[in-house]
């Protein structure tokens, strides 16, 4: 399994980015995707959360300003960050497991400068 992460960078407050996340050697269609990021001095946070069915869950602190969706036919995750705010910046990181072991993406930096 490999979920290849692409799309952070370096914004300014109020900006945007989107993350892509390409995944291979899983059932794409059939699996839950998440998005988590982590922030220098603190714990790994679940940022979204798109079932196979396309249900959707964020965080409080992402709620109306970040967006996931997946192209099941691109077998790519995505996520939409609009309004980014200083406190955005850590490392995302896209995850999903399959047969009881989770996998992880190798994380995109994405910093939003104030």
């Known amino acids: 399994v490999q979920l290849q992460a692409s799309g952070g960078g370096l914004v300014q407050a109020g900006g945007s980015l989107r993350l892509s996340c390409k995944a291979s050697?899983?059932?794409?269609?059939?699996?839950?995707m998440n998005w988590y990021r982590r922030s220098p001095g603190k714990e790994r946070e679940l940022v979204s959360s798109?079932?196979?069915?396309?249900?959707?869950q964020y965080a409080d602190s992402v709620k109306d300003r970040f967006t996931i969706s997946r192209d099941n036919a691109r077998r790519t995750l995505y996520l939409q960050m609009n309004s980014l705010r200083p406190e955005d910046t850590a490392v995302y990181y896209c995850?999903?497991?399959?047969?009881?072991?989770?996998?992880w993406g190798q994380g995109t930096q994405v910093t939003v400068s104030s």
């Open positions: 798109i079932s196979a069915g396309g249900a959707t």
């Open positions: 050697g899983i059932n794409f269609s059939i699996s839950s």
């Open positions: 995850y999903t497991s399959s047969r009881e072991r989770g996998f």
